[in-house]
């Protein structure tokens, strides 16, 4: 059996429960050591045998997976965050599908989680934003045509940009392009929930000088919108004149 699992923006105790269980069965680990925290590898076994896929191709961490499934190991691939963005985890399934080789998921904390906590910030405030868009610049890996900056930032509503941190003017450039201001409030999350974790708070039109004064040119997040500015309003939810199936109104 293999298991995908979702390790974490990067503490190493915010992995969860079931994770964790599956680190300690597993007899093979082949984990994203370009983002994991190896912290992790902690909670394996002694003679757990652990693989970097940092340093693997597809066709290598599927030979990895084939060779330790016919020796009937347990088998724990270790992706950042929650495997289920950008992780890549889709090619992986339809080999193992092909291979006969049975696999589940155990989810994880993504890094977008991790940086709201960084920032203390909710990403939906009503009457500001009910809604998160999750998306990144085209880099290497491109993005559809219909999926531009410019067409998501068109709704305003509150972005979270993964994997763009080095093409911060252009990102700019097109956030205002697609119509928020200059002056809309952004932010970028190093590293969230690492020791090393920083936090940085400015504007769209300053988001470039805001990474190079820190040298950061990787492992952050993109956090646009007014979700960070200080207008919103109060939750219905817990509004006194509001009755739910819990709770009558109070005259
Ligand atoms: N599956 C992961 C994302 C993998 S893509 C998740 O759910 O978080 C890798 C990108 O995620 C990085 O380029 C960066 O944009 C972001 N990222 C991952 N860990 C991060 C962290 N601890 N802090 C800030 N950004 C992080």
New binding site residues.
């Given amino acids: 059996m293999l298991y995908f699992v979702g390790a974490g923006?990067?503490a190493p105790d915010l992995i969860t429960l079931r994770g964790k269980n599956l680190l300690e069965q597993a007899d093979v680990i082949i984990y994203a050591g370009s983002?994991v925290n190896p912290a992790l590898l902690d909670y394996a076994k002694e003679d757990c045998r652990v693989y970097n896929s940092a340093e693997m191709t597809l066709d290598e961490v599927i030979a990895a997976i084939t060779e330790a499934h016919g020796q009937g190991k347990t088998i724990v691939r270790l992706?950042?965050?929650?495997?289920c963005?950008?992780?890549a985890i889709r090619e992986q399934m339809d080999r193992l599908r092909a291979l006969g080789i049975s696999y589940e998921s155990c989810p994880?904390v993504?890094?977008?989680c991790?940086?709201a906590a960084a920032l203390q910030a909710e990403y939906t405030l009503p009457g500001i934003s009910q809604s998160v868009i999750i998306t990144r610049m085209a880099g290497r890996t491109p993005v559809p045509a219909k999926e531009s900056i410019a067409s998501f930032a068109a709704h305003g509503a509150t972005m979270v940009i993964?994997?763009s941190?080095s093409l911060l003017e252009e990102l700019s450039r097109e956030l205002i392009q697609g119509g928020y201001r200059q002056d809309t409030p952004a932010a970028i999350?190093?590293?969230?929930?690492?020791p090393e974790e920083l936090v940085l708070r400015g504007t769209v039109g300053t988001l470039a000088a805001m990474a190079s004064a820190h040298g950061i040119t990787?492992?952050?997040?993109i956090l646009v919108g007014e979700f960070l500015g200080d207008d919103y309003e109060l939750s219905r939810l817990y509004a006194a004149d509001f009755t739910t199936g819990f709770r009558q109104a109070k005259e």
């Fill in positions: 923006p990067g983002l992706h950042t965050g929650d495997p963005l950008y992780g994880g993504s890094s977008f991790g940086a993964f994997l941190t999350v190093y590293k969230a929930t690492w990787n492992t952050a997040l």
